[in-house]
């Protein structure tokens, strides 16, 4: 006569549970081009679309008033009739420059991530050195902790690499943080400005990769510049896919895509060591 061992029942549910809570988290990092009253219902039903199945997400240029903070409560219910529950935090408006200021925002989905005390502008110095200073959160996911540092530099003209540099000061700022950039750099990867924070071991997820749209496509070519990416240190996290989200390719014209936004979405999926 064979006995029921429970052992086995053990030994699946254990491989069960381990297989459900070391699923990938998907994080999208996405400048949306002006982000307040002017967008209408059909953009932020639009947007919510592109970005539900993402669990956490940052993003870049909120307008200070006209309705920014409004625009990103209004995205939030939009994504929570999509099938999951989702909160937000958003940035008072930056201080550094009155001409500059903007907010920045933070979404999550609750099952997924669980803000850890509240999110913050960088103050001090720093804030004084940068037209924008950044936005910081720290999330929880599976007993783990991560900090997403949301920055949008000024624009290319402007010269950004002259505030990006001292980005390479935070991680000795918040040595305890596992940082992760999740930023509008307005410079590509391979700018030198960036070789101090990969000589601290932190790697952008996208190489050669254009991340804002022409006013015009060519031959199938819509994107124009290398601006965008997220920074990571791969002893901290392992990626396992990352990309830009084509999102212009689901509207009829280039022109209605710019109304979204001027930049795709870049995403990352990772898992913790």
């Known amino acids: 006569m ?8 053990f030994v699946v549910f254990f491989a069960f549970t381990v297989n459900a809570f070391s699923q990938p988290l998907t994080l999208i990092s996405w400048n949306l081009k002006d982000l307040g009253h002017t967008k209408d219902a059909t953009e932020i039903s639009f947007i919510a679309e592109t970005l539900r ?45 009155s001409y500059k200021t903007e907010r920045y925002a933070f979404l999550w989905k609750k099952h997924k991530a669980k803000l850890v005390g509240k999110a913050w502008l960088q103050q001090g110095e720093y804030a004084g050195l940068m037209d924008r200073e950044p936005y910081f959160a720290t999330f929880e996911v599976q007993g783990k902790h991560f900090t997403l540092v949301n920055f949008h530099a000024k624009t290319k003209s402007k010269q950004p690499e002259t ?16 940082l ?27 190489t050669n990769q254009k991340t804002s749209l022409k006013r015009e496509c ?11 990416n997220i920074f990571y240190k791969s002893d901290h996290i392992k990626i396992t896919e990352s990309g830009i989200i084509h999102f212009y390719k689901k509207v009829e014209t ?14 990352i999926k990772f898992e913790f060591h």
């Open 163 to 178: 505030e990006v540099k001292y980005l390479k000061d935070l991680p000795a700022l918040y040595p305890d943080l596992n």
């Open 53 to 97: 199945h993402a669990d956490v997400v940052a993003i870049q240029e909120v307008v200070a008033g006209d309705g920014g903070a409004q625009a990103v409560a209004r995205l939030v219910a939009e994504l929570n009739t999509l099938g999951a529950a989702w909160d937000y935090a958003v940035s008072l408006p930056t201080v550094s420059s």
């Open 218 to 228: 060519l031959n199938d070519d819509c994107l124009a510049s290398e601006l965008d």
């Open 254 to 267: 280039l022109e209605q895509a710019r109304l979204i936004s001027d930049h795709v979405p870049v995403y």
């Open 2 to 9: 064979k006995y029921f061992n429970p052992s086995f029942l």
């Open 180 to 206: 992760i950039f999740t930023c509008d750099f307005n410079l590509p990867q391979s700018h030198s400005v960036f070789n101090p924070l990969k000589k601290m071991g932190y790697q952008p997820v996208l």
